[in-house]
């Protein structure tokens, strides 16, 4: 995900590809447009009460170690 937000093009040109799929340099201006478009989109940030947050951490402990989150 992470990579996918910081270089959109170039991540569906690579899906594209791996997948080998034809038409992305067709497709490649208007992605390119509307990743211009939304540059500054900024995501939800979402504030957790200290339970909550221990209970995330508690039952998702493994994949928070193993994604380094």
């Known amino acids: 995900y992470e990579q ?3 270089d959109p093009v170039g991540i569906v040109g690579e899906i594209y590809q791996h ?3 034809d038409g992305f340099e ?3 201006p208007a992605l390119a447009q509307y990743a211009s478009d939304h540059a ?3 995501p939800n940030r979402h504030q ?3 339970a909550t947050r221990s209970l995330i951490t ?3 402990r493994g ?3 193993t994604y380094a989150y």
Do not use: H, I, M, S
């Open 4 to 6: 996918l937000v910081a």
């Open 19 to 21: 997948l080998r799929l």
């Open 26 to 28: 067709g497709l490649r």
């Open 40 to 42: 500054d989109y900024k």
């Open 48 to 50: 957790l009460d200290e």
């Open 58 to 60: 508690t039952r998702w």
């Open 63 to 65: 994949y928070l170690e």
